[in-house]
């Protein structure tokens, strides 16, 4: 936990000490910082300029928070790392916009550039207490304005609810570190709508505090109403509900040799199993080539198996939420209950298990899919687990 304890010498011990910046900057210098120092931002919300000159007064802001003082030493370091990082997404997505600089999709983009590089420059992997941490981090930094328009919301309890739901797999991660990210975050700039996004912010406190999860995610009654709750059936959510499904689908998650097969093996051996990459060896169909063969064919080969009610293993690496949702959409068609197995080791390991693969993927097609990669959420299946290997 090198960087780790770097970082967490380096924060400040008091609401009256300074962050020591000059100490800080070879943390990050090489890859977060220089970038942010030119990109700018939009003077109407941000008269302080660029990303840099921003991160440093919301850190600044972040620390006279007396209640930051308070948490945990684990805690204080995901907060600081965060506020370090919750902007580093307009780097990539700035732009002029009718004459206006703007920064769309900014927070969700930056929770993607945070995990890669917490992951490969940090060696934040690998074990279930850094992969909680990095998480933590970037799960911050993707809702790092939620709080500012949580009201806005349709259903702005359920979106509370999800959001905490969170804190199940990265657990230090609650609605209270996140408000005080948020209120750094506003107090940290030249504006003049401070006041208002200050009250919104507190009000988004109370809202998840009546909705019971503004410590930690809500307890629901089992799994299956949770699942129900958090996909937005119109049920609520102390209601337990009759669960009809007949057995478990469990889809595996992870990058390319990071021992999904491994784990197969060791845990579910007689299980049947859905391979696309079983199937493009099969079909004798490359990488490169047209995939749509192959994934035609592992979905039709789990729509046998769903209709007979028949559990299987679906085995690929389904990065993102949005590959994800497509299958499990399926296997809950067909009346299954999803279990989705995320794994993850160390770098290192990974390059190892994946050189001694027969169809080794190209470690330049690896660090493209980290960029991609998008850790399962609760609210994504009846079960979720983040394993590390």
Not at 272 to 278: F, I, K, L, R
Request: proline share 5%; with cysteine.
């Amino acid at each position: 936990m090198g960087f780790i304890e770097d970082l967490t010498q380096l924060i400040p011990g008091s609401p009256s000490e300074e962050t020591a910046w000059d100490k800080l900057e070879p943390l990050f210098a090489e890859s977060c910082f220089p970038d942010m120092k030119c990109t700018s931002q939009n003077p109407a919300f941000h008269r302080e300029g660029d990303v840099y000159t921003h991160t440093q007064m919301v850190c600044g802001e972040l620390v006279k928070i007396q209640a930051f003082h308070e948490l945990k030493s684990m805690q204080k370091a995901e907060l600081v790392l965060a506020a370090i990082l919750h902007d580093i997404g307009k780097v990539k997505t700035t732009r002029m916009e009718n004459g206006n600089l703007t920064s769309p999709h900014h927070a969700s983009t930056g929770s993607r550039i945070a995990r890669e590089f917490l992951w490969r420059d940090c060696g934040l992997c690998g074990t279930k207490e850094l992969s909680a941490f990095r998480e933590t981090v970037c799960a911050l930094v993707r809702y790092h304005m939620l709080p500012v328009h949580l009201t806005d919301q349709s259903h702005p309890e359920r979106r509370a609810r999800v959001t905490a739901a969170v804190g199940e797999l990265a657990e230090d991660f609650s609605w209270e570190m996140l408000c005080m990210l948020a209120e750094a975050d506003v107090k940290g700039r030249i504006a003049d709508d401070t006041e208002d996004l200050l009250s919104q912010v507190h009000l988004s406190r109370m809202l998840a505090d009546d909705a019971g999860c503004f410590h930690g995610p809500y307890l629901f009654a089992d799994g299956f109403a949770k699942h129900a709750y958090l996909n937005g059936r119109n049920v609520q959510p102390d209601q337990i509900l009759y669960d009809g499904t007949w057995g478990e689908v469990i889809m595996l998650s992870g990058l390319p040799g990071t021992g999904k097969d491994t784990w197969i093996r060791r845990n579910h051996p007689d299980m049947p199993v859905v391979s696309p990459d079983g199937l493009r060896n099969e079909l004798d169909i490359s990488p490169g080539d047209n995939q749509g063969r192959i994934i035609q064919a592992a979905q039709q080969q789990a729509r046998e198996y769903l209709r007979r009610k028949q559990p299987f293993i679906w085995n690929a690496t389904d990065l993102t939420g949005e590959m994800r949702h497509q299958l499990t959409a399926l296997f809950e068609q067909y009346g299954a209950r999803v279990r989705i197995i995320y794994l993850e080791t160390s770098w290192e390991s990974r390059i190892a298990r994946n050189s001694g693969r027969n169809e080794k993927v190209p470690e330049t097609a690896v660090e493209k899919m980290l960029g991609k990669l998008v850790p399962p959420m609760p609210e994504e299946a009846m079960f979720v687990e983040w394993i590390c290997v």
